[in-house]
């Protein structure tokens, strides 16, 4: 997403807009990157910029139409392959055919994920088995897999997508939430170990963003489009998400944390748990007033 010009604050938008370019440009060329949940949604744009970027691109995913489609988007640059991120034998199946097939693997976007809404209590056994089998099991079994052959190989950059709800609490998201926060505990619990072996380590806790990760949610009955509705915050486009992500990877941080918003209930919730659980508790009250409707 380029920015407007027109106002000094655009011109800057549009220095930063440039030098974020750049840096990608030259993060990503010639790289080879494995991308999971790459069907739809955020993977799939993240192998749509890389690709942009001059790299090439692993995209897997348990949709292998959505991988087909894809692939026909891209051309040769993107190499598809269905993989269940549940399955320790799969991924490291996928991990070693990429380092056998391409002699390296440079960076990994674990960004397989799905949502389950409602109050914990009102949720099902088998959603709840099931997100935690692939947001954090799943995403662990991919780390693991990576890390042994980038660690064997002394260079990579493992990049997990997590939530800005890895930081915060999320209520009527609490599976969701103990599933991000668990990736973004991994995440700063590995980078110290890897850092003096060669591989880097980054978690990015992005806000809302416009994909379709709600319409394919468990919201405990709640339309996906009314779930969207009830978001507080502007939706952000997922071009410009990746950008965001593709960035900070290419920087090096640790955390990469979008937009403002985030950042806001990251830091109430680090200054003032209790303000966060009196805000959390009206926001639940609030929600069950909507669900009964009028009397």
Same mark, same amino acid.
């Given at each position: 997403?380029?920015?407007k010009s027109g106002s000094g604050i655009d011109v800057r938008s549009?220095?930063?807009?440039?030098?974020?370019?750049?840096?990608?440009?030259?993060?990503?060329?010639?790289?080879?990157?494995?991308? =999971? +949940? /790459?069907?739809?949604? &955020?993977? $799939?744009? %993240?192998? #749509?910029?890389?690709? !942009?970027?001059?790299?090439?691109? *692993?995209?897997?995913?348990?949709?292998?139409?959505?991988?087909?489609?894809?692939?026909?988007?891209?051309?040769?640059?993107?190499?598809?392959?269905?993989?269940?991120?549940r399955d320790a034998g799969s991924v490291a199946d996928v991990v070693?055919?990429?380092?056998?097939?391409?002699?390296?693997?440079?960076?990994?976007?674990?960004?397989?994920?799905?949502?389950?809404?409602?109050?914990?209590?009102?949720?099902?056994?088998?959603?709840?088995?099931?997100?935690?089998?692939?947001?954090? =099991? +799943? /995403?662990?079994?991919? &780390?693991? $897999?990576? %890390?042994? #052959?980038?660690?064997? !190989?002394?260079?990579?950059?493992? *990049?997990?997508?997590?939530?800005?709800?890895?930081?915060?609490?999320?209520?009527?998201?609490?599976?969701?939430?103990?599933?991000?926060?668990?990736?973004?505990?991994?995440?700063?619990?590995?980078?110290?170990?890897?850092?003096?072996?060669?591989?880097?380590?980054?978690?990015?806790?992005?806000?809302?963003?416009?994909?379709?990760?709600?319409?394919?949610?468990?919201?405990?009955?709640?339309?996906?489009?009314?779930?969207?509705?009830?978001?507080?915050?502007?939706?952000?486009?997922?071009?410009?998400?990746?950008?965001?992500?593709?960035?900070?990877?290419?920087?090096?941080?640790?955390?990469?944390?979008?937009?403002?918003?985030?950042?806001?209930?990251?830091?109430?919730?680090?200054?003032?748990?209790?303000?966060?659980?009196?805000?959390?508790?009206?926001?639940?009250?609030?929600?069950?007033?909507?669900?009964?409707?009028?009397?």
């Amino acid at each position: 997403m380029r920015p407007k010009s027109g106002s000094g604050i655009d011109v800057r938008s549009r220095v930063r807009y440039q030098l974020g370019m750049g840096r990608a440009q030259q993060a990503y060329t010639d790289r080879i990157a494995l991308v =999971t +949940g /790459a069907a739809s949604g &955020m993977g $799939a744009e %993240l192998c #749509r910029q890389l690709v !942009s970027h001059g790299a090439r691109v *692993v995209a897997t995913d348990i949709d292998e139409t959505g991988l087909t489609r894809l692939a026909g988007e891209l051309g040769p640059a993107v190499r598809t392959c269905k993989l269940d991120v549940r399955d320790a034998g799969s991924v490291a199946d996928v991990v070693e055919s990429v380092y056998s097939v391409e002699g390296t693997l440079d960076f990994v976007f674990n960004n397989a994920g799905i949502a389950v809404g409602g109050e914990l209590h009102e949720c099902r056994a088998d959603s709840l088995e099931r997100i935690i089998a692939i947001n954090l =099991t +799943g /995403a662990t079994l991919v &780390m693991h $897999a990576c %890390l042994r #052959r980038m660690v064997a !190989s002394g260079k990579g950059h493992i *990049v997990n997508i997590a939530s800005m709800w890895g930081l915060a609490p999320a209520v009527v998201q609490s599976a969701y939430a103990a599933t991000k926060h668990g990736l973004v505990g991994m995440s700063l619990s590995v980078a110290p170990e890897a850092a003096d072996l060669g591989v880097r380590l980054t978690a990015v806790c992005p806000g809302y963003i416009r994909t379709g990760l709600f319409a394919a949610a468990e919201l405990g009955g709640m339309d996906p489009s009314e779930a969207v509705e009830r978001i507080p915050f502007r939706l952000m486009a997922v071009e410009e998400a990746v950008r965001q992500v593709l960035d900070g990877v290419a920087r090096g941080k640790l955390l990469v944390i979008f937009p403002y918003y985030v950042r806001i209930i990251w830091w109430i919730q680090r200054l003032s748990p209790k303000l966060m659980f009196w805000i959390g508790r009206a926001m639940v009250r609030r929600l069950r007033k909507r669900a009964r409707g009028p009397r």
